[in-house]
């Protein structure tokens, strides 16, 4: 799962690293591990589950004994797949409003709508409910989103989806989308084959500092196309992958971003703090007067 240091993981929670460092020691909770430099590094599902307990619960306590609940509480896709297959839209919804009662929405989304997406497209002869599943998740996703709290990072992220003719590559770029929202980021969702114009006025008015490349449509060809035109565009941005064709060891060497929504927030996240550090300016040598 991804991990974060201890600044960014008091900013997902809205409180001050010595506050946290202080439910670390009174409540053992969240438990932080160890890096090689003996820094702490926070689980991020586990502090977004913690950082949703609080809100329901407005007290620290019990908001932690709730947070272990739901975080020990394995999630069973066997309700939501009758649901699809049912073509029945309420028991759907009830489905992730009970997952949700005990873990918060990215790991419901990993954890339980996406897996049963995965189970149904390898069904035979399931097209249809393999489409209504995924016409449901987005709009689940979607109404998701609309909850999900304004950007709390200066830091932008433009996803652009190349999921063509593949419905649930689609819902997994959504996914995405919602998970970034909610860590935080400012998300901007296009195509992949938009014109070049067009992706300019886009990526001038986020000003991203990151581009995902998201699903399987894009071959190694037409991403080094989209990279070349990014380039021209002057931006400097990293380009990732997100469930795409394997580009890195391409000639364009495009990275992966991994193959769930949290690799991806988590890998983003780490990313742009190295870079604030390397360009973190250096301390004056003091004078002696």
């Known amino acids: 799962m991804p991990a974060i240091r201890t600044n960014a993981a008091a900013a ?3 409180v001050s690293p010595n506050t946290l460092r202080s439910w670390e020691r009174r409540y053992g909770y969240p438990k932080p591990q160890r890096s090689p430099g ?3 590094q926070y689980e991020l599902v586990e502090l977004q589950t913690l950082r949703d307990a609080l ?3 407005g007290n620290i306590t019990t908001a932690i004994e709730l947070a272990r609940q739901r975080q020990e509480d394995p999630a069973s896709t066997a309700a939501l797949v009758g649901a699809l297959t049912g073509f029945d839209e309420a028991a759907a919804d009830r489905a992730m409003e009970e997952s949700l009662a005990v873990r918060p929405v990215e790991r419901s989304v990993e954890e339980l709508l996406l897996p049963t997406l995965d189970a149904l497209a390898a069904e035979e002869d399931g097209e249809a409910e393999l489409e209504f599943a995924c ?3 987005m709009g689940w996703l979607h109404g998701a989103r609309r909850l ?5 990072r200066p830091a932008g992220v433009v996803l652009l989806d190349s999921s063509f003719g593949e419905p649930v590559e689609g819902v997994y770029a959504q996914a995405l989308d919602l998970a970034l929202r909610r860590a935080g980021f400012r998300v901007l969702t296009l195509s992949s084959e938009l014109p070049e114009d067009r992706l300019q006025r886009a990526i001038e008015a986020l000003e991203p500092t990151a581009i995902v490349l998201c699903g399987p449509g894009a071959d190694a060809g037409a991403a080094g196309r ?3 035109g990014i380039r021209r565009l002057g931006v400097d ?3 990732y992958n997100f469930r795409g064709a394997d580009l890195a060891t391409s000639a364009i060497a495009i990275p992966s971003a991994g193959e769930q929504p949290s690799a991806v927030t988590g890998l983003l996240g780490a990313d ?3 870079r604030g550090r390397a360009i973190a300016p250096v301390p004056a040598p003091a004078t002696v007067g």
């Open 12 to 14: 997902v929670l809205g």
């Open 38 to 40: 003996n820094h702490r």
């Open 55 to 57: 809100a329901q619960s």
């Open 135 to 137: 016409r449901w998740a």
């Open 148 to 152: 999900a709290s304004a950007a709390s």
């Open 226 to 228: 989209l990279l070349t």
């Open 237 to 239: 941005a990293p380009l």
């Open 272 to 274: 742009l703090r190295q």
